[in-house]
Structure formats: structure tokens, C-alpha cells
């Protein structure tokens, strides 16, 4: 069966930094893009960073300069490093894959930045 599991979230201070994890099973990991997604209450899902099966990169402008997302294809795992985190990036992070369909999410994992 696929599976996402997210992991990596929790409770960080304002200026802080935290990593997330998404492990894949189930699937020909390499072979798919994987993105990072974020909703926050009230708010629509939005996307967060992209990492092609060939290794492009692409950043919302809110987290550009501040995340950096990765792959590591022989873990089947994608990471997504949040530094210089604000308030605003309190959401709940999600995982999914791309380009080869049908496409997979995750059950994600709550990220929040307070004092």
C-alpha cells in the first residue's frame, strides 16, 4: 500500500527552526516529484516548496530564502528545513507527490511558531 507519514513537527519559538520529514512506501519514489503544502486555520492549502524528480527547486515567495526542500531517494524521503521561522508559518504541513498520477498525500503534521 502508499503511504505518506509526515514527521519532524512541533511547537518552536518565533526566529527558530525545525525540520520535517515525509517517508514514502509503496511507492517508485524517485521517479515522482514531491512538494510540501501548508493550511493554516481559516485559510486555503497553499503550496510551500517543490522538488522535481530531477532535483528543481521551487519556494512560495513567503518561505523563499528560509526553507530549503530536499529529497534523499534512497530513503525515499523528502525533508523540507524551516529556518527563521515566524508566526505566520503556523500551519499544518502536508506532503504529496507529483508528476505521476494518480497523486498521494500525506496526514500531515502541525507546525507552530509562538512564544
Known amino acids: 500500500q502508499v503511504q505518506l507519514v509526515e514527521s519532524g513537527g512541533g511547537l518552536v519559538q518565533p526566529g527558530g527552526s525545525l525540520r520535517l520529514s515525509c517517508a514514502a512506501s509503496g511507492i517508485a519514489f524517485s521517479i515522482y516529484d514531491m512538494g510540501w503544502y501548508r493550511q493554516a486555520p481559516g485559510k486555503q492549502r497553499e503550496l510551500v516548496a517543490t522538488i522535481t524528480s530531477g532535483g528543481r527547486l521551487n519556494y512560495a515567495d513567503s518561505v523563499k530564502g528560509r526553507f530549503t526542500i530536499s529529497r534523499d531517494n534512497a530513503k525515499n524521503t523528502v525533508y523540507l528545513q524551516m529556518n527563521s521561522l515566524k508566526p505566520e508559518d503556523t500551519a499544518v504541513y502536508y506532503c504529496?507527490?507529483?508528476?505521476?498520477?494518480?497523486?498521494?498525500w500525506g496526514q500531515g503534521t502541525q507546525v507552530t511558531v509562538s512564544s
Open positions: 504529496k507527490t507529483g508528476r505521476v498520477v494518480p497523486y498521494y
